[in-house]
C-alpha cells in the first residue's frame, strides 16, 4: 500500500468523524452495552462506548463504514477511552488489551473491504489513544496543588498496552489525540517509541492537542507553539488540534503550528460549539464553509470532524478539499 507520507504531498487526507455522536443514534441500553458475555457484571457498563467493539461489533462496523462511504481516508478505532486507567471506571482495567485489539480489527477489515474496491484510495486505520481521566501535571485537589492522581510510569504504562494491542489488531497509524495535558501525551509518545524500538518498527504518529477556552492554552495552560514545541523531539507523522472549539474558532491556533512547524498538520474541529443542551447545531454546509478558510490559507494536510460531527459532515468536508491543494511541508535550509 502507498505510503501515507506520500499520499499527503499530493492531496489533503480525510478523517472520519465522532464515534460517540453516532453510536447514540443507536440508543443503545444497559443490556446492550453488556450483552451476553458481561449480563451478570456488577457494576454499571452503560456509557463505556469502548465496550461495545466487543458486544455490539456488527454497530461499530457499520460506524466505520459510513464514514468511508462519506469519504474518510482514515477512521479511528473505537479506543478513545483504552487504557486500564479510564477502564477503571467500570472495573474493566483488565479487558484493555483485547478491547484494543478488537477495535483496530473491526477497523482495518472494514478499511480493508474500502480498498480492495477501490485501490486508487487507499484507506487508513488510526488507533485513538486518549488523554485517560487523570492528569500528570496538575492536581485535582484545590487544597492540595503538589498532590497528582497519576505518575509518569503509570501512564506510561498504561499506553504501552494500549499500543501493543492496536498494533496487533492492525492500526497503520497512532494517533495521540485530545491532548489537554502535555505530560500525559509525553507517556503516551514515550510508550510508543519503546514499543517501536522493541519491535523495530517504524509507525506513523498523529499529535492533536485541544485548545480548552479563548486564551488559546491547553488546560494544563500551554500556547499552541508551546505545545508543538514540547512535541517535536519526537519523529511524528502530524500535529494539530482537535475538539474543544469549533472550526473557526481554531485558525489561529493552527497558523501558529503551520507556521512554525516541519511535521503535515491536522484539523479535526467540534460541529461548533455545544448549545445549552449539550448538543452540537452546526450543518455540515455551516461547518465546511468554515473549514474553507483552512483550505484556502493552505494550513492543513488531514480534516476530519470531532464531537457532534456526522458522516454527512464528513461528506461536505471530503467534497470541499479535492479542490484544493494540501499544505506544502516547510523544510529548514541547513547552512554548514
Given amino acids: 500500500m502507498k505510503k501515507i507520507q506520500d499520499i499527503l504531498k499530493e492531496r489533503i487526507l480525510v478523517l472520519d468523524g465522532a464515534m460517540g455522536t453516532m453510536l447514540q443514534r443507536y440508543k443503545f441500553t444497559e443490556p446492550d452495552f453488556r450483552g451476553q458475555r458481561f449480563k451478570d457484571w456488577k457494576h454499571p457498563l452503560q456509557g463505556n462506548n469502548d465496550l461495545l467493539s466487543l458486544t455490539q461489533p456488527e454497530a461499530i462496523a457499520e460506524?466505520?463504514?459510513?464514514?468511508?462511504a462519506a469519504g474518510a481516508d482514515i477512521v479511528e478505532t473505537n479506543t478513545f477511552s483504552g487504557t486500564t486507567i479510564a477502564m477503571a471506571d467500570y472495573h474493566m482495567e483488565d479487558l484493555v488489551y483485547e478491547l484494543n485489539y478488537e477495535s483496530a480489527k473491526i477497523a482495518k477489515k472494514v478499511a480493508e473491504e474500502f480498498t480492495s474496491s477501490e485501490p486508487h484510495k487507499p484507506r487508513f486505520v488510526a488507533g485513538s489513544i486518549g488523554p485517560t481521566n487523570k492528569t500528570a501535571s496538575m492536581s485535582p485537589d484545590v487544597n492540595d496543588p503538589g498532590f497528582r492522581a497519576i505518575s509518569f510510569d503509570e501512564l506510561r504504562l498504561a499506553y504501552k498496552e494500549q499500543v501493543e494491542a492496536l498494533l496487533d489488531g492492525g492500526s497503520d497509524i497512532l494517533l495521540v489525540e485530545t491532548i489537554f495535558d502535555t505530560l500525559n501525551a509525553k507517556a503516551a509518545l514515550f510508550a510508543i517509541e519503546e514499543v517501536k524500538e522493541e519491535r523495530k518498527i517504524e509507525v506513523p504518529i498523529m499529535v492533536s492537542g485541544t485548545i480548552t477556552d479563548a486564551s488559546g492554552r491547553t488546560l494544563s495552560g500551554q500556547t499552541a507553539e508551546a505545545f508543538l514545541i514540547s512535541v517535536s523531539h519526537i519523529p511524528i507523522l502530524s500535529v494539530g488540534f482537535n475538539c474543544a472549539l469549533g472550526a473557526s474558532q481554531l485558525v489561529p491556533h493552527l497558523e501558529v503550528v503551520s507556521n512554525r512547524s516541519e511535521h503535515f498538520i491536522s484539523a479535526h474541529p467540534?460541529?461548533?460549539?455545544?448549545?445549552?443542551?449539550?448538543?452540537?447545531?452546526?450543518?455540515?454546509?455551516?461547518m465546511a464553509a468554515q473549514i474553507k478558510e483552512y483550505v484556502e490559507k493552505r494550513l492543513v494536510n488531514i480534516v476530519g470532524g470531532c464531537c457532534g460531527t456526522t458522516p454527512e459532515h464528513i461528506s461536505a468536508i471530503a467534497e470541499l478539499v479535492k479542490e484544493y491543494s494540501p499544505r506544502k511541508l516547510k523544510v529548514e535550509s541547513v547552512t554548514l
Avoid: I
Avoid at 63 to 68: D, T
Avoid at 274 to 282: C, I, Q, S
Fill in 63 to 68: 460506524v466505520h463504514r459510513k464514514y468511508f
Fill in 270 to 286: 467540534n460541529a461548533g460549539l455545544p448549545n445549552a443542551f449539550g448538543e452540537y447545531d452546526e450543518s455540515p454546509e455551516q
